[in-house]
């Protein structure tokens, strides 16, 4: 993938973990993905890792129908009826190559609970944005409030896509952040999306989106994406 966030904020981690046994020092590094150079910081006293994300926000044209989500979760065909599900749903790139479907399922939180594994859709993308790989970020508003100059918000997301569920989506959680920032730009600049993902699986993650937009409120600024990880395992290879 040209971006993929997660694993950005787990590199980060590790390395920032390898570059100094110090793990109470804060430090700063540069990864370079396919799109683009990604600034790293460790903050040592909130033990998590930010990452400045390469960013080309771009919304699509045509929004993804019903047609277009159904084929691709088995949950919603079987359910008795899909009241409070948008008929059409946002499309939006991160970068070229990265595209993701945003429905909006705040209403529905039993259609949300039933979400299942599927695989990616058919998406219709704007001319020069394809080929990309595509998913579904499922969310739910949890609410928002105000602190100072930011706006904070709750979400509940689920992302999936070949044929698989992704318990934290750095990617999908800054596509979706970037769309409602532009959304409401007209009650903020800053926007801060706290984003809980991977529940259903019993693999809990957050994921911070912070997003600024430009002076006019039309175009975003700047992403920061954020979050702590956990060491599983470790290891070495010997390759003869």
Request: charged share 20%.
């Amino acid at each position: 993938m040209e971006f993929a966030g997660h694993p950005i904020i787990g590199a980060g981690h590790l390395l920032c973990r390898q570059s100094s046994t110090n793990l109470d020092e804060s430090k700063s590094l540069n990864v370079t993905t396919k799109a683009g150079p990604v600034p790293i910081k460790y903050d040592a006293a909130q033990k998590t890792v930010s990452a400045g994300v390469p960013h080309n926000i771009h919304i699509h044209q045509q929004p993804a129908t019903l047609n277009h989500i159904t084929p691709v979760q088995a949950s919603l065909t079987t359910a008795s009826d899909l009241k409070g599900v948008p008929e059409s749903s946002a499309v939006v790139s991160v970068v070229k190559g990265v595209t993701y479907a945003l429905v909006d399922l705040t209403e529905r939180p039993d259609l949300f609970a039933n979400i299942g594994p599927g695989g990616s859709p058919a998406l219709d993308l704007d001319d020069g944005w394809a080929p990309s790989f595509t998913g579904v970020m499922y969310h739910r508003h949890l609410g928002s409030h105000e602190e100072g100059d930011l706006l904070v918000w709750n979400l509940r997301v689920r992302m999936i896509a070949i044929d698989l569920e992704d318990p934290a989506c750095g990617s999908g959680g800054c596509s979706l952040g970037a769309y409602l920032a532009l959304s409401n730009a007209h009650k903020c600049q800053r926007h801060r999306f706290c984003i809980d993902q991977g529940i259903e699986m019993g693999r809990d993650s957050l994921v911070i989106v912070d997003v600024v937009l430009d002076d006019e409120r039309k175009k975003v600024s700047t992403i920061e994406l954020s979050g702590h990880a956990a060491f599983a395992a470790e290891g070495k290879i010997f390759v003869e």
